[in-house]
């Protein structure tokens, strides 16, 4: 039993719960006490009754879950359902009220689902746990005698009596589609009762909601599945979700896929993966449906579901190129906004002077927005940046030792000092040459480029790339295994376009180059939006090169950062989705460490932080990026003096794993912004991590 104290004098609410195992599954009740008129007042009474209360209330919760799993469970021998079937056929036998609760229930929702839910499929279900065991698939003399014994028409229901007549022998009573869930509701109805209303239970993934916590809107909660590539938080409150699927249980034999999950009009398991989430208004309802809707499919099953009223469904299925394909509900709940703060760690480096370098500072000048590049050899850095905020004469240094030391300022083509904008650099494959190439950007109206096929040696003078422009442009670029270069850019009207003027819409573009960026595209609108303004697409592609992610700038202050996602090289795109506040901020760079880990830099804009305004980077996996999990750790790079000037970082990973991220920001008070290396290795963040995890 683990309570989560919160404070008396400001009177927050606590959280009392415990977990115990129940129907092969962790079911885990919490329960909100305190912080209103209906539990004990903090500052007039002591809060140690309330959580008391609490415990008790939640003990006998789990009791209750117990006794209904002695009355259903088809694993006990001597469980009553099981005692039921070794009756005669034909007799009628008294039964509890949980086993005619659980029988009237299962009867409704065998109308409902046209038979697709059925808990008659007992000697069927069986005969595939063998199978699961053996590898080897049910004879089939014995799946037909099975199937003779499956059938609600088979079960005669007395309620006023509580009796049941079973009319035909061998048939065995599974209640495993809707058990958990009708578990979930006896336990808050038990909760109820002691006056427990802000309540969560998680019955092994089924999940039911009481009353919200005090000042919110409903309980966050996932739904989905993270292996199926699809996920969702949604708000939960006075409802329940089920999800069914075959994630973890099922068996292959002779190259076919059997889940879990039996259809019991033909006695044969469901054999295409899916996972099905259905959110209705009790746990009973939300778990049988869920558990049709698997045998259903996604078309037959949301059109089973669309006239009952408050249940709504989300079914996740693979498409033929293993990305999911979603179908849901018209009114399956939205996205529940992300929380505008963070929990994971902090590690802070502004004060380790000794990884610091600077590389480039001249009194009373703006030096901003750096734009890196590491060579071929692993050594070289070749650096870019503007004297001014974005708008400037384009500055170039060179590290010849990885960012350990930094050249003089290089000479550069005369008309770089006409840049409008944010400088950006890239180094690309130009395979009808035979090798690689430089390629620079400039923003604005329009947008120029200039190109070095020496390795930065020699430059030409920027050249527009068409009658186009935009903002930050070209602050990420990729280049697909075809030699494709894709690149991107963002506006907001005022540039895309000669004479253009600020529409309150934000839009993010693409172009492609075939040619190693010698011609581009027209640029290809991605997204549009005015109620938030994503901007600045910072690339992250998988680690298996299948599937491309654009971490976007949330420029409105209103939510999180976003993401969208390509899993065709660029072709096409998904909707953006917020990203946790872990992942917050503006002009995402992202590299991968030896170990497969992201080490993603960028200025920290997180409605509730620590660093906010800050140079800092994320540390974590490209699987928390997929499910849009918080990661593993922050880190504080430099402590900027002003509210948020700073961080549009370059970042290189060097063979060994040192990872050099550069940028500018404010890092003397009253001084003007300069531009500075820090070097790092995620091995040295490990071990500080550590340190300081035993430390507290």
């Not at 089924?206 to 909660?221: I, M, Q, Y």
């Not at 002003?642 to 991220?661: M, N, Q, R, S």
Request: hydrophobic share 40%.
């Amino acid at each position: 039993m683990i309570a989560l104290s919160g404070t008396h004098a400001d009177a927050q609410p606590e959280r009392v719960e415990s977990t115990r195992i129940a129907m092969g599954s962790a079911f885990r009740i919490i329960v909100e006490v305190g912080g209103d008129e209906t539990t004990p007042d903090p500052e007039h009474a002591d809060l140690d009754a309330g959580r008391a209360l609490a415990r008790h209330a939640i003990t006998e919760a789990l009791d209750r879950i117990d006794a209904l799993e002695e009355a259903l469970s088809d694993y006990r021998p001597r469980s009553e359902a099981m005692r039921l079937v070794t009756a005669p056929a034909g007799q009628p036998v008294e039964i509890s009220q949980d086993l005619a609760l659980a029988l009237a229930l299962a009867d409704a929702m065998h109308r409902e689902t046209g038979g697709a839910f059925d808990v008659t499929v007992g000697p069927v279900t069986h005969l595939w746990r063998e199978a699961w065991k053996t590898g080897a698939a049910p004879d089939a003399h014995l799946l037909d005698a099975a199937r003779d014994a499956v059938g609600m028409q088979l079960v005669k229901l007395d309620p006023a009596s509580n009796r049941v007549t079973l009319q035909r022998s061998g048939m065995i009573l599974d209640f495993g589609g809707i058990g958990k869930g009708l578990a979930a509701d006896l336990a808050g109805f038990t909760l109820r009762g002691h006056g427990f209303t802000r309540f969560l239970i998680d019955a092994g993934g089924d999940l039911l909601a009481g009353d919200p916590p005090l000042g919110k809107d409903g309980w966050r909660v996932r739904v989905g599945a993270t292996e199926r590539g699809w996920t969702r938080v949604i708000e939960l409150a006075n409802a329940a979700v089920a999800t069914s699927g075959d994630i973890y249980r099922f068996v292959e034999i002779d190259g076919v896929r059997y889940s879990h999950i039996i259809d019991p009009r033909t006695g044969t398991p469901v054999t295409t993966p899916r996972i099905v989430s259905v959110v209705a208004p009790n746990g009973a309802v939300s778990d049988a449906l869920a558990s049709a809707v698997s045998v259903l499919g996604p078309e037959q099953g949301l059109a089973m579901l669309a006239p009952i009223a408050n249940v709504e469904g989300a079914v996740v299925e693979a498409g033929a190129d293993g990305t999911p394909v979603v179908s849901m509900s018209d009114n399956f709940p939205p996205e529940a906004p992300r929380l505008p703060g963070y929990s994971i760690p902090i590690l802070d480096l502004a004060h380790d002077t000794a990884r610091q370098t600077v590389v480039d500072r001249e009194p009373g000048q703006y030096l901003g927005h750096p734009s890196t590049v590491l060579l071929d050899d692993g050594r070289t850095i070749v650096a870019v940046y503007p004297k001014g905020h974005g708008r400037g004469a384009i500055v170039m240094k060179r590290s010849d030792d990885g960012g350990r030391t930094w050249s003089e300022r290089l000479p550069t083509p005369e008309n770089w000092a006409t840049s409008l904008e944010t400088p950006t650099i890239h180094l690309v494959d130009d395979p009808d040459a035979g090798r690689r190439r430089l390629l620079l950007f400039s923003g604005l109206c329009p947008i120029r480029t200039a190109s070095s096929d020496d390795l930065g040696r020699t430059w030409t003078e920027l050249q527009p790339i068409g009658d186009y422009g935009g903002i930050v442009a070209m602050g990420s670029l990729y280049q697909r295994p075809d030699g494709t270069l894709l690149a991107w850019f963002h506006d907001d009207g005022r540039f895309i376009r000669k004479g253009g003027e600020r529409t309150g819409v934000f839009t993010l573009y693409q172009i492609e180059s075939p040619d190693a960026g010698r011609h581009w595209s027209e640029p290809r609108p991605l997204w549009s939006g005015s109620e938030i303004h994503l901007c600045e697409p910072g690339l992250v592609v998988s680690p298996d090169g299948e599937t491309l992610a654009l971490l976007l700038r949330e420029s409105a202050r209103k939510r999180n950062s976003h993401v969208i996602f390509s899993h065709d090289q660029g072709r096409t795109w998904t909707d953006p989705a917020e990203l946790p506040a872990a992942l917050t901020g503006d002009r995402h760079t992202a590299v991968y460490a030896p170990d497969g880990r992201l080490f993603i830099s960028f200025r920290d804009t997180t409605r509730v932080s620590q660093t906010q305004g800050d140079w800092v980077a994320w540390v974590g996996t490209w699987e928390d990026i997929a499910q849009r999990r918080d990661g593993q750790y922050r880190v504080r790079l430099m402590d900027n003096r002003h509210k948020w000037d700073c961080a549009y970082p370059g970042v290189v990973v060097l063979p060994d794993g040192t990872i050099v991220t550069t940028t500018y920001g404010h890092w003397i008070e009253g001084e003007e912004p300069y531009i500075v290396s820090v070097r790092l290795t995620l091995d040295e963040l490990d071990r500080l991590a550590e340190e300081e995890h035993h430390g507290e």
